[in-house]
């Protein structure tokens, strides 16, 4: 018997986002259907993963994340050139953590000079992240914006309180801004909507829709991500953006990663069990519609790479 | 607008534009028109030609075509006996101005009389604008004044610059009032200028003024993404910064045709004028967003006038008081041991009562206690208080003075060691030994309140003004206005109902989790979380107007019976992701509201009593339908619409509105104590209005039963109106 697939005609698009100048710039987006609904509609880019660098040596990362970066993890611009040299990085995502109060208190110009050396060392689009903490954030990620003018890097992230700072940095030094809102479809749609506002393009606007790592909330997020999607989809331009999910952050702390085996022996091999913990979450993100996918760990960079690859198959 | 200023501003423009030809015809002359020409640090060319005109000036020569669009410009000087409005050729006149006088000040770099000289820091460059540029578009800075001349005396002009920048304003200065300027006067007196104590002077003519404009212009280039072309995006220039660049031009001292022809140019900004002098005023709104030119204002009062006729939002980063202030602080008790001071409660007369006036009649800022202070009173001492908040903004309404007024608590309670409980004249404040201590004064809660009200509400709110009175003269002699204005909004929103107003709100706060539910909120129906009325509604979409509440125009009435309109059909349609076609405000049987999970009550139908039962979230035991308020929600909630049904806030159940289309309130045969017990008086009330005044007692509880069998039996002896109507279904 034949089987007749049911082909639905989207009416929304999401935007394409190109990353980065025009000697390295990688484009995301630009997909009218579905995640990988390939006999539905056209997905001319490909989800993409960024390596997540820290600007501090990663003290309270566990051993198995540590390891394969060795002596790497002592020297950001070191950290970042392995992560392009030795393991393909397409994407680098620099966490400007040691800016944070709470933590070393870097300054802004310290960190500013850290992006310029950075950019100047790999060829790469970057992701510049700063440290959360808003009165800083606003500093930290003004400065940086500044040394990176011109090379369009994408900046994290753009919150309800300080969206007009952040994205009036990215506007004056061309880069894409991330909007970050706690898992809701309405409040995604409002931080758009105040930042298109601002005369800002949506074309340079990459949605963060907060997740938790596998087990911590994931399916919350998945949902919320679907929706967004399907509304993008029916025609809602202020939702048609793409997405970027920080995986590695949130993978790498949770119980079921931390407790090694001689503890809970029936969990078994810690480093397989993290690999897996990150990859499976980024799987998932994926099939949601997740555009760029921050990482950690290079094995399970490669699993979720060779997914991609097949996913992409038409 | 006004002839006078017109003329001249036509005559200021003639004047500075045959300087400027002149001028470049020299320098051409000396140079040949070949020679470059720019500001330094820029990347904008002569960046207030480039945003009108498009033109990029690079050499002489490209001055002749901007120049000759200046000429085109220039409207006739008009005659003693023409009498038409004037308003567009004095705008005209206005650009042509800025265009000579950009032209004007270029040509010095090229002619050697630098306008960066001694205190003058000449044209602004692009590295310095986008660090400040940011703090103006994230309004951290609220704007900034273009000072034109120079007050009275240097005193004076300290005292101005001083309380601008106080206020975070950022002050240009230029041109010169008979040869004295107001940046000299500042120098003279030893104050420091440059951009980072916010003082900058541009130059000593009045052609540097335009600098500031040139500021204006990039930051809409820069921040707007608004790439100059010619007319089309010229006019978005203008546009954006009448619309987000909050500055506004200071005139002082006497008003030449020259001053005239720029301030012509800034009004194209949109930017208004605020005088010393008494000039002709232009009032209407038209090109500024409110007044134009403003005038005769002293010096002292110049900063909030400015404030207010350009609509500047000041943000209040730290508020000054000696008590630390914040969410945490909101629970905290004032205990007897520890009590320095107190109001209300049972034992003194005591009320708060906010006021909405006119912008004239508020001084923002000002702060009075009249009676004793903290430090005139001994230890647990309890005094009478009346406190008076007046409100005046742009955009406030009579509406939401009880919106603001019901905020009194949670600012006040965050203050630590202020323990603040109820509203109106049933509140009870008590201040505690460590704050007094700490040098708390009755007069910093009034700070605290503006504060407040100022950076929560900074849409609707733009000047607010509190007296604290902790006599008992005036006390008593205030109290009968709040109390008639608190019946008065009583009454008010007694007589809302959904046939007065023409827009419902709607409420998507919860879409999260329940993805296709939308709450349609009328007067007569709250929302059914309880926690939000129409007036709510009105008041969120105004604090923020792409949030979760937005207007739903009612539109074509479809069954004013069920309570359907068109219009909130095709708005439910869109909101909920095209899953509801239609909704009925008024029937529990026939579309009714969806819910999202956050209901206070569930109604339900109880087959075989023709009636309904209600249930509230804090019973949890059985109820006659067989099913608990848990069990209930299940299928109540998520978004769907389960005809039977609904969740609702409780106060909506004593509304005349309560499924009025299904028989309304004598429908229902069964409520829990806690229902009856909360709504007493007002379900007493309506029971009579709808002439069932024992309706009360023929209503059934948990304490009557929790079956269906003995309440059918108990609704038959005792004769329940809902037997002898309809069936629901």
């Known amino acids: 018997m034949e089987i007749e697939i049911p082909i639905k005609k989207w009416s929304g698009k999401i935007r394409a986002v190109t990353i980065g100048t025009e000697k390295n710039g990688i484009t995301i987006g630009g997909e009218d259907t579905l995640p990988f609904h390939h006999f539905e509609g056209s997905i001319p880019n490909k989800p993409i993963i960024a390596f997540e660098v820290q600007d501090i040596y990663p003290s309270d990362w566990l051993d198995v994340v540590k390891e394969p970066y060795g002596e790497y993890l002592k020297n950001p611009i070191e950290w970042a050139k392995a992560a392009v040299v030795k393991y393909n990085a397409d994407m680098v995502c620099l ?116 997740t938790g790592g596998l087990g911590y909330g994931l399916e919350y997020t998945y949902s919320v991500m679907e929706r967004i999607r399907l509304q993008a989809l029916g025609g809602d331009a202020m939702l048609q953006m793409p997405f970027i999910c920080f995986v590695g952050q949130e993978v790498w702390r949770v119980k079921e990663v931390k407790v090694d085996e001689s503890v809970e022996p029936l969990w078994g091999d810690m480093k397989k069990r993290g690999i897996c913990w990150e990859a499976a979450t980024a799987i998932t993100l994926l099939l949601s519609g997740a555009d760029i996918l921050v990482m950690r760990h290079p094995e399970a960079i490669n699993i979720v790479r060779k997914s991609v690859g097949r996913l992409m198959e038409k | 607008m006004s002839k006078i200023i017109a003329s001249a501003a036509i005559r200021g423009a003639h004047k500075i534009f045959s300087r400027a030809e002149t001028l470049l015809k020299e320098t051409v002359k000396k140079n040949g028109e070949s020679r470059e020409v720019k500001f330094p640090g820029t990347a904008y060319y002569l960046p207030v030609v480039y945003a009108l005109t498009g033109k990029k000036v690079e050499r002489l020569c490209d001055m002749y075509e901007p120049l000759n669009q200046a000429k085109s410009l220039l409207p006739k000087i008009p005659s003693e006996n023409l009498w038409l409005p004037y308003l ?339 509140n009870w ?43 008992e003269e005036d006390v008593k002699r205030l109290y009968p206005a709040a109390k008639s204005a608190y019946e008065e909004r009583d009454k008010r929103m007694g007589e809302l109902t959904d046939e007065s107003v023409d827009t419902f709100y709607s409420c998507q706060l919860c879409q999260s989790y329940a993805p296709n539910h939308v709450c349609v909120i009328t007067p007569e129906r709250l929302g059914l979380c309880g926690a939000y009325n129409w007036i709510d509604g009105k008041a969120a979409y105004e604090i923020s107007p792409h949030g979760a509440n937005q207007p739903i125009k009612k539109g074509e009435c479809l069954d004013s019976v069920k309570g359907k309109w068109k219009g909130v059909n095709d708005f439910v349609y869109e909101r909920s992701n095209n899953t509801l076609p239609s909704f009925s405000a008024y029937s529990m049987m026939e579309d009714p509201m969806t819910s999202c999970g956050c209901f206070e009550c569930i109604a339900g139908v109880l087959p075989g009593t023709k009636g309904i039962m209600i249930v509230d979230r804090e019973y949890q035991e059985m109820t006659p339908s067989g099913m608990t308020f848990f069990n209930l929600a299940e299928f109540v909630g998520g978004g769907q619409q389960t005809p039977g049904f609904i969740g609702i806030g409780i106060l909506y159940i004593v509304s005349k509105k309560f499924i009025s289309a299904d028989g309304g309130l004598k429908r229902v045969v069964w409520m829990t104590k806690n229902i009856k017990e909360r709504l007493k008086d007002k379900l007493a009330e309506r029971a009579k209005e709808i002439g069932e005044e024992d309706l009360l007692d023929k209503i059934a509880d948990e304490s009557v039963t929790t079956e269906l069998e003995p309440l059918i039996e108990f609704l038959n002896n005792v004769n329940h109106p809902a037997l002898k109507m309809e069936e629901l279904f």
């Open chain 2, 429 to 471: 404040i008590r201040i505690g030994k460590e704050a007094k201590n700490a040098g708390l004064k009755f007069k910093h809660l009034g700070i605290l309140l503006r504060a407040k009200l100022l950076s929560e509400f900074p849409a609707i709110v733009d000047k607010v003004q509190v007296t604290l009175y902790t006599n």
């Open chain 2, 88 to 426: 567009g050729d004095a705008l005209d006149a206005g650009i042509a101005t800025l265009i000579a006088e950009e032209i004007i000040e270029a040509l010095k770099f090229v002619n050697g009389n630098e306008p960066i000289n001694g205190i003058w820091l000449g044209p602004t460059t692009d590295a310095v604008l986008r660090e400040q540029g940011i703090k103006l578009v994230d309004g951290r800075m609220p704007g900034f004044a273009a000072c034109v001349g120079a007050p009275k005396t240097k005193e004076e002009a300290v005292k101005l610059t001083r309380d601008l920048q106080e206020r975070n304003i950022l002050v240009f200065m230029s041109s010169h009032t008979n040869g004295v300027s107001m940046a000299e006067q500042l120098a003279e007196e030893g104050i420091e200028m440059n951009w980072d104590t916010f003082l900058v002077p541009y130059g000593k003519d009045t052609s540097a003024t335009v600098h500031a404009l040139g500021f204006a212009v990039r930051a809409a280039m820069t921040f707007g993404g608004i790439t100059p072309n010619g007319l089309k995006e010229a006019r978005e220039i203008l546009l954006y910064n009448k619309n987000r660049v909050h500055a506004f031009v200071l005139a002082l001292g006497e008003v030449d045709d020259e001053k005239y022809a720029t301030a012509a140019g800034a009004i194209n900004f949109g930017f208004p004028v605020i005088a010393d002098t008494d000039i002709p005023q232009i009032l209407p709104t038209g090109i500024c967003t409110y007044e134009h030119v403003v005038s005769n204002i002293p010096y002292n009062e110049m900063p909030s006038k400015a404030i207010e006729v350009r609509g500047l939002k000041i943000k209040i980063t730290k508020i000054p008081i000696p008590v630390r202030c914040g969410p945490a602080f909101e629970g905290e008790r004032v205990r007897k041991e520890n009590l320095a001071v107190e109001f209300g409660g049972k034992y003194t007369t005591s009320f708060e009562y906010l006021i909405s006036k006119g912008l004239d009649e508020v001084e923002d800022g000002k702060i009075e206690v009249v009676g004793p202070e903290i430090d005139d009173v001994e230890e647990k001492a309890r005094l009478p208080l009346a406190i008076i908040i007046e409100i005046a903004g742009r955009k406030m309404q009579k509406d939401f003075e009880s919106i603001l007024e019901r905020h009194i608590h949670t600012f006040l309670s965050q203050a630590m060691g202020v323990m603040h409980l109820g509203q109106r004249d049933i």
């Open chain 1, 95 to 210: 966490n400007l953590l040691s800016t944070h109060p709470d933590r070393e208190n870097r300054s802004a110009d310290e960190a500013a000079e850290l992006v310029k050396n950075i950019i100047s060392e790999i060829d790469v689009p970057l992701i510049i992240k700063g440290p959360g903490s808003s009165e800083k954030q606003n500093q930290v990620l003004n400065k940086c914006g500044e040394a990176g003018a011109g090379k369009r890097c994408i900046i994290a992230s753009a919150v309800e309180d300080n969206y007009k700072t952040i994205t009036a940095a990215c506007q004056a030094y061309g880069h894409i801004v991330v909007a970050e809102t706690p898992i809701d479809v309405n409040l995604a749609k409002q931080l758009n909507i105040l930042i298109s506002d601002m005369n800002f393009p949506p074309g340079r606007i990459i949605i963060d829709p907060l």
